[in-house]
């Protein structure tokens, strides 16, 4: 039987990373030991004697790419190759920087406002959500504000 390898698809950085591969041996064939060995985009990665499982304990960004595994006995007997399985190791958004832009020291009533929301580290694709006040007030990484009046004074 084909092995069938096992794992989830995304994972936050930091956390483990468990992929099994699953293989049923044939009732034609004597028992013998299986090695399973274990390929990130085609690169060896980790071979297990006795246990399907490769274990990453702390997930980074360095861990993403296509897994798959291959099992054969210990006598060459047997050397079938799963499908790929693609795991993503993301890494969560840190600091956010809003920034006012075309920059002015002051902002009067009337003027037209643009706050602009980056990011220094977060896996692709980063989403921006603008709050105003606690409340969802506009997608996307700018706001535009147009003619600013005293409703537009809070928390952003």
Known sequence: MVPVLEGPPELPKGSLLNLSCLSTASPLRPPAPLLCCFYRDGQLVGVQRGSPQLLVPTVGVSHSGNYSCQVHSEVGAVWKSSALLGVTGHMPVANATITLGPLALQVRPGDPVTLRCSVQVGSAPVTFTWLHNGH?????????????HEGHSGTY
């Open 136 to 148: 969802q007030v506009a997608p996307g990484p700018l706001l535009e504000l147009g003619a600013v």
